[in-house]
């Protein structure tokens, strides 16, 4: 069984920063891709950022230049620098992780429970 705990929100005013953290825990045998999505209701999630085995990232266009996304390997996290915050990006935040439990197992999506960003003028 594999958990995704996530950190780090909370509420901010307008320009500021936040760095949100995600760690997975339980059997792990290799992660693929870590990633970040967001949600504000009555909308769909939408992709934030995403970083792959080999390191390569992307960004939805709203955010780049202002957030950056890094993982750590050794201890299974995944982060997201936010900064230069603006209210349209409150929203629930959750990690996602496309990982395999063992060897002979499929790549399968897990997520995080969210965390909320609240970003205020």
């Known amino acids: 069984q594999v958990q995704l705990v996530e950190s780090g929100g909370g509420l901010v005013q307008a320009g500021g920063s936040l760095r949100l953290s995600c760690a997975a825990s339980?059997?792990?045998?290799?992660?693929?891709?870590m990633g970040w999505y967001r949600q504000v209701p009555g909308k769909q999630r939408e992709l934030v950022a995403r970083?792959?085995?080999?390191?390569?990232?992307d960004y939805v266009d709203s955010v780049k230049g202002r957030f950056t996304i890094s993982r750590d390997n050794a201890k299974n996290m995944v982060f997201l620098q936010m900064n230069s915050l603006k209210a349209e990006d409150t929203a629930v935040y959750y990690c996602?992780?496309?990982?395999?439990?063992?060897?002979?197992?499929?790549?399968?999506?897990?997520w995080g429970q969210g965390t909320q960003v609240t970003v205020s003028l």
């Open positions: 339980g059997s792990i045998f290799t992660i693929n891709t």
């Open positions: 996602h992780f496309n990982l395999q439990t063992t060897r002979w197992r499929y790549p399968t999506d897990y």
């Open positions: 970083i792959t085995r080999s390191d390569s990232k």
